[in-house]
């Protein structure tokens, strides 16, 4: 099995969007179907489709809802009342408080009476924060102003500004 998928040695990049794995299961077992075949033997075929695919879908339905399900909530300020101590848990969500600089501390628009971080900056702050580009392989990067994400990049120390460039010349469209 393992040599079976070493074919998955480039990066992955979904098909489809993590919504479509709510569709109904007739779909789904359909793509299960076509996807593993190439991969399992006749037999091995046999033996999941016994229960209809039943932990398959329930194992595809479960990562997708953990991956739609923020767990951390990164709140920036330019307070020093920070650290682990101070975090909150609210509804099985961690609120915690980060310091940043005053140099980085741009890119939010008010909503409802608070600064949020527009989405380039949430992305940057998130590669700052966590020295990693959060599921690079699920990004919506069609999403993003990806000049506004190059020009705010700047403010950044370098390993940031690398990271967002291998991203954005990674998921350049084909032309």
């Known amino acids: 099995m393992e040599r079976k998928f070493s074919c998955y040695a480039a990066p992955f990049t979904p098909r489809r969007r993590p919504a479509w794995f709510e569709s109904n299961d007739k779909e789904l077992v359909e793509a299960i179907e076509g996807d593993l075949r190439r991969f399992l033997s006749p037999e091995?075929?046999?033996?999941?489709?016994?229960?209809?695919?039943?932990?398959?879908?329930?194992?595809?339905?479960?990562?997708?809802?953990?991956?739609?399900?923020?767990?951390?909530?990164?709140?920036?300020?330019?307070?020093?009342?920070?650290?682990?101590?101070?975090?909150?848990?609210?509804?099985?969500?961690?609120?915690?408080?980060?310091?940043?600089?005053?140099?980085?501390?741009?890119?939010?628009?008010?909503?409802?009476?608070?600064?949020?971080?527009?989405?380039?900056?949430?992305?940057?702050?998130?590669?700052?924060?966590?020295?990693?580009?959060?599921?690079?392989?699920?990004?919506?990067m069609d999403l993003l102003d990806v000049d506004r994400l190059r020009q705010m990049a700047r403010s950044f120390p370098l390993r940031v500004r690398a990271a967002v460039e291998r991203l954005c010349n990674y998921n350049k469209p084909d032309v």
């Open 44 to 140: 091995m075929m046999e033996v999941c489709r016994g229960d209809g695919y039943r932990s398959f879908l329930d194992a595809v339905k479960g990562v997708f809802r953990i991956l739609q399900a923020p767990t951390v909530c990164t709140v920036l300020t330019l307070s020093t009342a920070v650290g682990v101590r101070r975090n909150l848990i609210r509804h099985g969500v961690t609120i915690e408080y980060s310091r940043i600089s005053n140099r980085l501390y741009f890119g939010f628009e008010m909503r409802d009476g608070f600064n949020l971080a527009l989405p380039e900056k949430a992305l940057l702050d998130a590669v700052y924060y966590r020295h990693i580009v959060p599921f690079a392989d699920d990004l919506e």
